[in-house]
T-cell receptor
């Protein structure tokens, strides 16, 4: 079974608008972490934001925020005031638990969402 | 610049050949991870090293091997190459082993094309 599901293969947004990229995850471990990475056309993977399962508040990093809904097992990325440079692939990833509880602690990635920002 | 250095950036070779991809982790990071990104499989974890020792294995083929040296740089060796091995190979590093957020910092990748 997929541990990370990104159901939107492609998204379009107008410059300066906000956009939400969906991510749902599957785990029975109470301790886990969720990540979002950006991959522009040049290929590198850029870390954007992290949310721990025990974090009380939703993570924010500049224009990026993570809409963490634990009960729904979703960790959607919200990009506010989109810029042309935000056009890229976006990957959601999860690492599970602690090694002592059987978790691998190795992040697994979703298939990604392609975001295109229109001027 | 992420601080993780991968060489070569691009590599074109023929089926049956062997190649070595090299990675220098970010300063202070002890863990190194190798991932393979292909169109059909997405981003797949291959193997992890921590301070010179293998710590976790993912979907790594027997034709592939890796090691981490005392200076913490790592090499991924791919042998008996097949067309399907064409992919973008990422190295990533993190500070520790299994603690905290364990945010991975990725290198720019090595794009391998097997003809």
């Amino acid at each position: 079974a997929q541990k990370i599901t990104q159901t939107q293969p492609g998204m379009f947004v107008q410059e300066k608008e906000a956009v939400t990229l969906d991510c749902t995850y599957d785990t029975s471990d109470p301790s886990y972490g969720l990540f979002w990475y950006k991959q522009p056309s040049s290929g590198e993977m850029i870390f954007l934001i992290y949310q721990g399962s025990y974090d009380q508040q939703n993570a924010t990093e500049g224009r990026y925020s993570l809409n963490f809904q634990k009960a729904r097992k979703s960790a959607n990325l919200v990009i506010s005031a989109s810029q042309l440079g935000d056009s890229a692939m976006y990957f959601c990833a999860m690492r599970e638990g602690q090694v002592r509880s059987g978790g691998s602690y190795i992040p697994t990635f979703g298939r990604g969402t392609s975001l295109i920002v229109h001027p | 610049d992420s601080g993780v250095t991968q060489t070569p950036k691009h590599l074109i070779t023929a089926t049956g050949q062997r190649v070595t991809l090299r990675c220098s982790p970010r300063s202070g990071d002890l863990s190194v991870y190798w991932y393979q990104q292909s169109l059909d499989q997405g981003l797949q974890f291959l193997i992890q090293y921590y301070n010179g020792e293998e710590r976790a294995k993912g979907n790594i083929l027997e034709r592939f091997s890796a090691q981490q040296f005392p200076d913490l740089h790592s090499e991924l060796n791919l042998s008996s190459l097949e067309l399907g091995d064409s992919a973008l190979y990422f190295c990533a590093s993190s500070e520790g082993l299994n603690s905290g957020a364990n945010v991975l910092t990725f290198g720019a990748g090595s794009r391998l094309t097997v003809l």
